[in-house]
C-alpha cells in the first residue's frame, strides 16, 4: 500500500525567511505527487504536482518542490515566506487506483 | 469559471433532520468528489462520481446518499446524522477520475450535528 508521510506537525517561520516542508512516500514505482494548501475555514487548493521529467517543479503562490527518487521525498519549498502563507499544507501520492492518499498535513505559522 | 461553488456555507442540524448540501462546477469536469474533514486532519474520501455514474463508495453510512443530477451538479443528502458526523464536508472536481490531472475543491460545508 503506498503511504505518505509529513514528518513536521507544526512550522513556524518568520516572515521573509526561507521555507521547506517535507514530505516522504512509500511506493514502489514513482507515483503521481502533489502539495495542496488549506488556509483557515476553506477548502484545498492545488499548489503544484509532480509526474515526470524535470524534478524541480515550479507552482502558484512562488512555491516549488523538488522530486527525489533516492530519498523518496518531495519537498515544499519557498524563499520568503508572506504571513499570508499561514495554512495547513497537504502532501498527497497517487498510483494505482486514481485516488490520492494525503499526508496528515503540516500547519505553517508565520511570525511578523 | 474555474470554481467549485458549496451551498451552504454552514449548516446546523438536528439528529432527526433531513438536509441536503449542494456542490456545482461549470468547468467540464467530469468526476466530482465527496470528502468529509475533521479538524486537523487530512480530507478523508467518501463517494467518486464518474461521468455521472458512482463509481466509488468508501464504506459510507446509509445515512450520507450522494446524488449526481448532472454533469455540473453533486448532492448529498443527509439524514439522521450522529454528532460525531460534524466536519467540514468538502467538494472536488478533477477533469477526469484519472487524479493525476488534481483536484480543485469547494471552500465546503461546515456542518454541526446537534
Known amino acids: 500500500a503506498q503511504s505518505v508521510t509529513q514528518p513536521d506537525i507544526h512550522i513556524t517561520v518568520s516572515e521573509g525567511a526561507s521555507l521547506e516542508l517535507r514530505c516522504n512516500y512509500s511506493?514502489?514505482?514513482?507515483?503521481?505527487l502533489f502539495w495542496y494548501v488549506q488556509s483557515p475555514g476553506q477548502g484545498l487548493q492545488l499548489l503544484l504536482k509532480y509526474f515526470s521529467g524535470d524534478t524541480l517543479v515550479q507552482g502558484i503562490k512562488g512555491f516549488e518542490a523538488e522530486f527525489k527518487r533516492s530519498q523518496s521525498s518531495f519537498n515544499l519549498r519557498k524563499p520568503s515566506v508572506h504571513w499570508s502563507d499561514a495554512a495547513e499544507y497537504f502532501c498527497?501520492?497517487?498510483?494505482?487506483?486514481?485516488?490520492?492518499?494525503f499526508g496528515r498535513g503540516t500547519s505553517l505559522i508565520v511570525h511578523p | 469559471d474555474t470554481e467549485v461553488t458549496q451551498t451552504p456555507k454552514h449548516l446546523v442540524m438536528g439528529m432527526t433532520n433531513k438536509k441536503s448540501l449542494k456542490c456545482e462546477q461549470h468547468?467540464?469536469?467530469?468526476?466530482m468528489y465527496w470528502y468529509k474533514q475533521k479538524a486537523k486532519k487530512p480530507p478523508e474520501l467518501m463517494f467518486v462520481y464518474s461521468y455521472e455514474k458512482l463509481s466509488i463508495n468508501e464504506s459510507v453510512p446509509s445515512r450520507f446518499s450522494p446524488e449526481c443530477p448532472n454533469s455540473s451538479l453533486l448532492n448529498l443528502h443527509l439524514h439522521a446524522l450522529q454528532p460525531e458526523d460534524s466536519a467540514l464536508y468538502l467538494c472536488?472536481?478533477?477533469?477526469?477520475?484519472?487524479?493525476?490531472?488534481?483536484?480543485?475543491f469547494g471552500s465546503g460545508t461546515r456542518l454541526t450535528v446537534v
Open positions: 468547468m467540464g469536469h467530469r468526476a
Open positions: 472536488a472536481s478533477s477533469q477526469d477520475d484519472r487524479a493525476w490531472y488534481g483536484y480543485t
Open positions: 498527497a501520492v497517487v498510483r494505482g487506483s486514481y485516488i490520492p492518499t
Open positions: 511506493y514502489g514505482a514513482t507515483p503521481y
